[in-house]
């Protein structure tokens, strides 16, 4: 009976926020872009918002409000979901305020988009109308609760169907172009490394400043046949994908390659992802803590793989759980142990799903974990750690950064 309780209220709450959400949009409507994605879209959230900012007026959703009750909240204004009743008390009566006195003066809104279960996609896209659409990837995130890998893409690509006439959708080119729903007054361009796309990146490299700790990917990008260098800080070659779709975002908001890249050098990007930090006993840490799935998890062990080789360190790789892969879960955690175990030297697990990696050293919990690992850590190397979030106030695995840090 509390369960189904809970369940009206939190209905209602969500029809509510809508509501005031749909006002403060009908007094002043800016240009809605909306991104999705099995990964990258808090980061591509942040290059796009550092380049559309060189011309236009810009707001975006703050962390993570991309789900029914996360997007009104972002539209309306606020920066976080309360975890608390009185939390939603505050919000509920600052909401019925700003539905009649908040306007959005922005020029341009960015919105992500998020899915935990079939149809999800489909009603935040009804709700916003957006005008652009971006969709950074396709992979097995959240695979127990949609069942197939091509049920993801679906998902996904639902997001197109909702674009509004005349607008356009970015695609990544791991998404095949058949697969795009068809409509006459939508037009689509694709981004990344595959062939086909209008904006790629080649010669891409990653350098690292052991001192500052941090790295700088630099490349070409190659963006309607014409190319332009860039330096930008991250870790990781998978950002190229980032690079690209945002300058390509940019090209169609009139903003020119080189201003879009000058833009994308300043870029800091979002905590937690693949974040370089020191770490004690001449340690460098990447802290990637924030969520994992099988596809970041495999770009982050490029990137440890990539740093240590180029920095003559020793790699560890300290993985935990990756949650919400179902019956996939045992076999996607054995595919991505066997490729840590081939790209770093040491290898640590951590959680009950973790065990399914393989790792010759696996704990159930961090706090286990941890006399272990500052008591064998070499010294002089660098180490991943990278974990879902689960479900408490700070990510799995922040225990793990926290101690690790200087």
Known sequence: MKTTQTGFVRSMVIVYLWWAAQKVLSRARPRIIAITGSSGKTSMKAALEGVLRTKYS??????????????????????????????????????????????????????????????????????????????????????????????????KLSLCRHVEPGGRCFLTTDILSSAVPSRRELEVEFFGMGRGAASSVRDAAVELNRKSAQAYLSGTLVLH????????????????????????????????????????????????????????????VIDDAYNANPQSAYAALDALHELARGAQLESVAVLGDMLDLGTHSAPLHA????????????????????????????????????????RTLPKDSIVLVKASRGKGKAPFLTPVVEALKQ
């Open 335 to 374: 595919t991505v142990g066997a490729y840590a175990q081939k790209h770093s030297a040491h290898f640590i697990a951590i959680g009950e799903q973790a065990k399914a990696y393989g790792a010759s050293v696996w704990f159930p919990t961090p706090q286990e974990a941890l006399p272990y690992l500052l």
């Open 58 to 155: 810009v707001a975006s959703a703050e962390g993570n409000l991309n789900t029914e009750i996360g997007v009104p909240l972002a539209i309306l204004g606020f920066g976080r979901a309360p975890s608390w009743v009185f939390g939603w008390i505050v919000i509920v009566a600052r909401a019925a305020l700003r539905s009649f006195t908040f306007t959005r003066h922005e020029e341009i809104l960015i919105l992500e988009c998020a899915a935990d279960k079939v149809g999800d996609i489909g009603y935040l896209a009804q709700k916003i109308k957006p005008d652009d659409a971006i969709i950074t990837s396709i992979g097995e995130a959240h695979i127990g609760r949609f069942g197939s890998l091509e049920a993801i893409k679906r998902e």
């Open 225 to 284: 046949g014409r190319s332009y260098r860039f330096r930008i800080r991250s870790a990781g070659v998978h950002y190229c994908s980032i690079v690209a779709g945002a300058a390509l975002v940019g090209v169609h908001y009139g903003i020119k390659p080189k201003r879009a890249l000058t833009a994308l050098s300043r870029v800091k990007f979002p905590h937690g992802r693949l974040e370089l930090v020191q770490g004690k006993d001449g340690r460098l």
